[in-house]
């Protein structure tokens, strides 16, 4: 048997289950996950909740009435919790690309967007991987990165799951708050072919050309543990040059069996996957440690 592989469901299991819902996640869990990466946003009266758009989604929002929205909805930082309760959000919208996209997702009518403190105790052993959804150049979009990084210890520290919780962000100010309240935590910094073109603004200060090219320099110099890319833009030299620094290597958001298979044999440390199920088979076929349902 190989090295244990982190399968990391993304939102829950969006392939499957309505994304960053309670109901996606507990239906995930069932197929065996190592753990969840998710986001977070934060509302008008300062309540993390799990969410990836920072406005509503007119693809997968329907208002108080049923209907679906007819535009992008207001932001969520512009919303009081109470208000935000009101959106369903357990079904795409029939006819979108959206749906198209995700054919196998079983809706789950009713669904609301949860609190992250809801979604930290859905299970007592789940571990998370949360991104913190900010955007450096639309700060007008969220609260800022501190903020967001404060709220969010404090609803780990409240629910008792510090234990159990990755940070994560493609804005690096906010994984440098973290450190700062509490550098036990383990962090993850997230690239994509557009943050690291435009570093300066997305990592708040070092950039590639400062380590020579080599964005796993760049990491390790945050002090690490996690690089995590976007998948076609690894190689098995990167993910070698990463464990050379000393760093894990979490790939985001790969679906395709031939690409899972090939990030497995390259040393991939971990994976984060719309299609958990699929993961699992090609995990198994390839003889890696797979995670218990419950």
Excluded at 10 to 37: K, Q
Excluded at 187 to 212: F, H, M, N, Q, R
Excluded at 245 to 274: F, H, K, P, Q, S
Aim: proline share 8%; no cysteine.
């Amino acid at each position: 048997m190989r090295r244990a592989i982190d399968l990391q469901g993304h939102r829950g299991a969006r392939g499957l289950f309505p994304e960053n819902t309670l109901a996606g996640f507990s239906a995930a869990l069932a197929i065996g996950v190592d753990s969840f990466e998710l986001d977070v946003a934060v509302t008008a009266d300062g309540v993390p909740v799990v969410s990836h758009d920072p406005a509503l989604n007119p693809d997968l929002a329907r208002g108080p009435g049923g209907d679906w929205l007819a535009a992008r909805g207001p932001l969520i930082r512009t919303l009081r919790l109470a208000e935000l309760a009101a959106y369903d959000v357990g079904r795409l919208r029939p006819g979108s690309a959206y749906a198209a996209q995700f054919p196998d997702q079983a809706p789950r009518d009713g669904a609301r967007i949860p609190t992250l403190a809801e979604v930290l105790t859905v299970d007592p052993a789940a571990r998370f991987n949360l991104e913190l959804k900010t955007y450096p150049a639309h700060p007008d979009w969220t609260v800022d990165a501190t903020a967001m990084a404060e709220a969010v210890v404090a609803v780990a520290e409240q629910t008792g799951t510090i234990g159990r919780i990755t940070v994560e962000s493609f804005d690096w100010r906010g994984p440098r708050q973290v450190r700062r309240l509490r550098p036990e935590l383990p962090l993850a910094w997230l690239t994509s072919p557009d943050s690291v073109a435009e570093a300066a603004v997305w990592w708040g200060g070092p950039i590639p050309a400062d380590y020579g090219g080599s964005v796993p320099r760049v990491v390790a110099a945050e002090g690490g543990p996690i690089w995590a890319p976007h998948h076609a833009d690894l190689t098995a030299a990167l993910i070698e040059e990463a464990h050379t620094l000393g760093l894990g290597v979490l790939a985001w958001t790969v679906n395709d069996v031939e690409a899972i298979r090939r990030l497995l044999r390259a040393g991939i440390d971990g994976l984060i996957t719309d299609r958990p199920d699929i993961a699992r088979k090609v995990l198994a076929e390839e003889r890696f440690p797979l995670a218990s349902g419950r």
